[in-house]
C-alpha cells in the first residue's frame, strides 16, 4: 500500500455499525415512548417475513483483556450467572409483551464479556426460555463469541442441542509476548482443540478473530499468526485494527504504553501481508476487514448481495428490527436506537420496575435514513448511487466535492449519480463513508472521539 495515501488518510473515524454513529445521537429528542413506537412500527412492518434479530450480553469475565473494549463484569464468583439470566427473560418479557405478537427469530447472538462464563445449564435455560416466546424463521442462524480456553465440549454440546451452529473464536495473535501485553494467553493447542470439538459436534461455521496493531506485534508474529490460522482452516474470519481508545474505555487500555504500537505504516503492512496469505488459501475479503472461504453463509450473502452490518458488524442476513438485551446492549428499529444502561446494578433496579432498561437513543430523521442507506451500501457493497429521488439530500453536491480528491487518488469513481469504490479504495472505505456523514462534517468533535481508520 501506498505509503502516502496512509499518512493522508490516516485520521480518526468511525467503523459505521450505525448511522448516526452514537456520539451524534439526539437524546434531547428521544424518549422511551418514541423509541417503543419506532420499535412496534418496524416490528408490524417486518415480523411476518424476515422476523428480527437478538443480540444477547453476557458481560462477565474472569480475568480482563487489556485490548477490549466490551463493557464487562470481571469476577470469578458463579453465583451471579442465574439472577443475571432472569433479568435478560424479564426484558424478554417487557418486549415480547409490548409487540403484541410472537416475534420470528432470524438471528440471534450471544456476545460478551465472556459468554462461556456461564455454565451449559444455564445458557440451555436462557435460549429454551428466549424461543419460547417466539418462533423460529426459516434458515435461522444462532452464534455465539466463544474463548478458546474456557469453551467446553459440554458448552458446545448444550448450545448445538439448542439450536447453535456458529461460533466465533477470540484469537488475537499467537505470540507469547503480545498475549502477555493484552493479558490473553491461550496456545495455540487451545484454539485447535476448540475449533476441532466445534467440528465433531457439527457446527457447520467457525470463526476466529485476529487483531493487527497490537502492542508490541511485528510483521512476523501477524505472519505466523495467519500461518496457523490456515492450519485449522475457520469458514470466516474477522481480522481487524485494533482500535486503542484508552480515553473512552479507561484503564483497561492502559495496560502498555502508546509507543508499544505499532506504527501505521506497520499496521497496514500487517494487514496486506495478512490478506494475501488468507487468499492463498481461497479466502475472499468481506467487506471491512472480513474474510471468509466460499462455502460459508457470509461469503455467499456477498456475492447475492444480501450482506448487512449492525452492531454486531457484518451479517449474513438482513432484518429491520434488532433487539439488544443485557447490560449496554444496543437495539435498532431502522427508525431508531436505544441503548441499555452499562451498570448492572441499573439494570436489574429498572427491571424491577417493569421499565425498559433503556438510558439513551436516537430516532432518526429523514435526512439520517438517507444518509444511513448510503453509508451501509459502501460498508457492505462497495458501492452507492443515488438514481432515485427518495435517495438525493441536500448536500449530495458538496460530498461529491469532498471525494474528487479522493477519486483522484483511485480509491473510487464518480458516476452520474453513482459512486464505486475501487479494490484500492477498500482499505479506506471508513475515510469515504466519512464525507457522507452530515451530522460529523457539521460539526467535528472537539476532542477524538474514535479510533484511527488505518
Not at 13 to 37: A, H, K
Not at 218 to 224: D, W
Not at 245 to 262: A, C, H, M, S
Not at 366 to 376: A, K, P, S, T
Request: proline fraction near 4%; charged fraction near 20%; include cysteine.
Amino acid at each position: 500500500m501506498n505509503n502516502l495515501l496512509v499518512n493522508k488518510y490516516n485520521v480518526a473515524g468511525p467503523r459505521y455499525t450505525s448511522y448516526p454513529t452514537v456520539p451524534y445521537w439526539n437524546n434531547d429528542t428521544f424518549s422511551l415512548n418514541n423509541w417503543e413506537s419506532s420499535l412496534i412500527k418496524s416490528f408490524n412492518e417486518s415480523n411476518d417475513n424476515e422476523g428480527i434479530s437478538l443480540y444477547i450480553h453476557l458481560p462477565y469475565c474472569e480475568s480482563l483483556c487489556t485490548f477490549c473494549g466490551c463493557n464487562k463484569r470481571i469476577t470469578k464468583r458463579h453465583e451471579v450467572e442465574s439472577p443475571y439470566i432472569n433479568a435478560v427473560l424479564k426484558e424478554w418479557g417487557l418486549y415480547c409483551d409490548l409487540l403484541g405478537a410472537k416475534p420470528k427469530i432470524k438471528e440471534l447472538h450471544l456476545g460478551g464479556g465472556t459468554p462461556t462464563f456461564f455454565s451449559p445449564q444455564n445458557l440451555t435455560k436462557l435460549i429454551d426460555s428466549i424461543v419460547s416466546r417466539g418462533t423460529l424463521a426459516d434458515g435461522y442462524e444462532f452464534s455465539f463469541e466463544g474463548h478458546p480456553n474456557n469453551t467446553t465440549k459440554a458448552h458446545l454440546q448444550a448450545l448445538y442441542d439448542v439450536g447453535f451452529r456458529r461460533v466465533s473464536y477470540g484469537v488475537q495473535d499467537y505470540n507469547e509476548t503480545v498475549q502477555k501485553a493484552i493479558h490473553r494467553i491461550q496456545p495455540f493447542e487451545n484454539v485447535k482443540r476448540a475449533t476441532e470439538l466445534a467440528r465433531e459436534i457439527g457446527y457447520t461455521s467457525v470463526g476466529h478473530d485476529i487483531i493487527f496493531g497490537l502492542p508490541f506485534q511485528t510483521l512476523e508474529h501477524v505472519e505466523n499468526t495467519i500461518l496457523k490460522t490456515k492450519e485449522l482452516l475457520p469458514d470466516r474470519l474477522a481480522f481487524y485494527s485494533y482500535a486503542h481508545v484508552p480515553w473512552i474505555k479507561g484503564n483497561g487500555q492502559r495496560g502498555f504504553n502508546d509507543n508499544d504500537l505499532p506504527s501505521p505504516d506497520l499496521k497496514r503492512e500487517q494487514y496486506e501481508v495478512g490478506k494475501v496469505l488468507l487468499s492463498e488459501v481461497g479466502y475472499y475479503e468481506i467487506g471491512m476487514d472480513h474474510f471468509a472461504l466460499p462455502s460459508d453463509s457470509l461469503y455467499k450473502s456477498m456475492v447475492s448481495s444480501d450482506l448487512h452490518r449492525n452492531f454486531m458488524g457484518y451479517t449474513a442476513s438482513k432484518t429491520q428490527a434488532m433487539i439488544g438485551l443485557g447490560v449496554s446492549s444496543i437495539s435498532d428499529s431502522w427508525y431508531g436506537f436505544a441503548q441499555n444502561v452499562k451498570d448492572i446494578e441499573s439494570y436489574y433496579k429498572l427491571l424491577d420496575e417493569n421499565i425498559l432498561p433503556v438510558y439513551r437513543g436516537h430516532i432518526l430523521n429523514d435526512e439520517d435514513l438517507i444518509i444511513r442507506r448510503h453509508i451501509l451500501n459502501l460498508m457492505c457493497h462497495f458501492k452507492t448511487s443515488w438514481g432515485q429521488d427518495y435517495l438525493c439530500f441536500k448536500e449530495l453536491p458538496e460530498v461529491l466535492v469532498m471525494l474528487k480528491e479522493m477519486e483522484v487518488d483511485e480509491l473510487l469513481s464518480i458516476g452520474s449519480k453513482s459512486i464505486t469504490v475501487t479494490e484500492k479504495g477498500y482499505p479506506f472505505v471508513r475515510n469515504i463513508c466519512m464525507a457522507f456523514d452530515m451530522l460529523l462534517q457539521r460539526k467535528q468533535p472537539e476532542v477524538q472521539l474514535f479510533s484511527m481508520t488505518i
